[in-house]
């Protein structure tokens, strides 16, 4: 790799920023369950069984057919 | 005339608004180098080793970047990613090209009914409903491998074509407008309808969507080597939202989320490539404003169909802007055409750096190699500052 592609991914590895374990299972929780997400969150992995509360009647997804 | 650089360092210059040695020139090219490099798209989906072959067959057509096909990740994965997933919607992989088969296209369907519904409970009742039956015709091994291992795999492969060919890549992490993802989970009509008749759930939808679209994209980068390999900390941020927007509703619905996204991106360190398809020529007054508060050098705005050389006149010394040798022409066209469009987006967008040539949203997969290797070449020919 020259010099000068160095010197440039050098500088942006120190600006870089990315996003904590803990900031993408915010988001995701937020994504994934809603307002649920801090409840799930808070419970995991226990929460799996609390999956079950957020399906409505009739859409269960282990229900057999 | 200016020493030879690099790829990398011609594509820094035409970010940072320099002129380089010569206009940077990057043909985006995704189902095209399956198709001439003789892989299936399931292969070029599921086989990172022959995706690289393929594109090593193709190196004549390869510009200042190469596009590492991002969306690969985005399909194979169970949870829902920028709006390419095989669960939540309906992007078919197929085996084969047309006409035995089909490129991924969008099979329109609406995925969301009620919006409300899913800001209360999330996508996982979508995701793990038993109405969407591919995810139960996937095994957790499956899930596992695709969801977690399956792109620290991907992203290696690309490390090392980066690393021996010494062309960076287009982008590292890809992320949707979340308005485009309504699109896709609405429908273009009933988005239409809803930014009509629900404008306030369309705006807490976008919300709601925004944060995990941009952290998940910004977590991509990173496992595709940010910060480390070229062009890995690019995020590619994509669409115009529904087609014919006027500026209004451009303004409205679009803008406020699109800045937030590329405040957000930039201000983390990463780099924006916004790549927004439609003529986006009356919103560019909007547009201009993208670099508010930003440093120079972080965004570039790859247009389909807007006018460049309008796009020069407003955006220039602003912004980069990447753009926009017709689909229709390197498919139809021949060489001496591409070669002439080429040298015209050129002559109205290089003065002053700023300005990489490219194609309108990507190389179309049929298009006839020797335009494209005419773009390349026009790049070359008239393109020294």
Redesign the interface.
């Known amino acids: 790799m020259k010099d000068g592609v160095k010197k440039i991914l050098e500088k942006t590895k120190q600006g870089l920023k990315p996003p904590t374990d803990e900031e993408m299972n915010e988001v995701t929780g937020k994504w994934l369950f809603g307002k649920n997400a801090n409840r799930m969150l808070q419970y995991a992995p226990w929460s799996f069984l609390l999956l079950k509360i957020l399906w409505k009647k009739g859409e269960e997804p282990w229900k057999t057919e | 005339m200016k020493d030879e650089?690099?790829r990398?360092?011609r594509l820094?210059a035409a970010w940072n608004l320099e002129e380089a040695d010569r206009v940077p020139v990057t043909p985006v090219n995704c189902y095209i180098i399956p198709y001439l490099g003789g892989i299936s798209i399931k292969e070029m989906f599921t086989e990172p080793e022959k995706l690289i072959q393929a594109t090593i067959k193709c190196m004549d057509i390869i510009g200042d970047n190469i596009d590492p096909n991002i969306t690969t990740l985005d399909h194979l994965s169970l949870?829902?990613k920028s709006g390419w997933d095989q669960v939540t919607l309906d992007w078919r992989i197929w085996d084969q090209f047309p006409p035995q088969g089909n490129i991924p296209s969008f099979y329109e369907k609406p995925i969301i009914e009620d919006y409300d519904d899913?800001?209360?409970?999330?996508?996982?009742?979508i995701?793990?409903?038993?109405?969407v039956k591919e995810?139960?015709a996937r095994g957790l091994d499956d899930f596992f491998y695709y969801e977690f291992e399956y792109s620290e795999i991907y992203a290696k492969a690309w490390r090392k074509f980066v690393?021996e060919y010494?062309v960076p890549l287009l982008m590292g992490g890809r992320a949707c407008h979340p308005l485009d993802l309504l699109q896709y989970y609405r429908g273009i009509n009933l988005l239409t309808e809803d930014i009509f008749e629900r404008p306030k759930k369309v705006k807490e939808m976008c919300e709601?969507?925004l944060?995990?679209e941009m952290?998940?994209a910004?977590?991509q980068?990173?496992i595709m080597g940010?910060?480390?390999v070229?062009g890995a900390?690019i995020v590619f941020f994509i669409n115009g939202g529904p087609p014919g927007m006027s500026p209004k509703i451009f303004d409205e619905f679009f803008w406020p989320y699109a800045k937030k996204a590329v405040d957000t991106f930039v201000?983390?360190?990463?780099k924006v490539l916004c790549h927004w398809d439609n003529d986006l020529t009356p919103s560019l007054d909007t547009i201009k404003e993208i670099i508010k508060g930003l440093p120079k050098g972080k965004v570039m705005i790859d247009f389909e169909k807007t006018d460049m050389k309008k796009a020069k006149e407003v955006l220039g010394g602003r912004v980069c802007i990447h753009g926009n040798v017709p689909s229709s022409l390197l498919v139809y066209g021949t060489p001496e055409e591409v070669e002439e469009y080429s040298k015209k987006l050129i002559e109205d967008c290089a003065a002053g750096g700023g300005y990489i040539l490219g194609t309108e949203c990507e190389t179309p997969w049929d298009a006839k190699r020797e335009n494209v290797r005419a773009m390349i070449e026009a790049a070359i020919k008239y393109g020294k500052y």
């Open positions: 650089m690099t990398y360092e820094e949870f829902g899913v800001m209360e409970r999330g996508f996982s009742t995701l793990f409903n038993k109405k995810v139960f690393e010494e709601f969507l944060d995990y952290n998940r910004m977590r980068a990173m940010a910060g480390e070229p900390e201000n983390r360190g990463f």
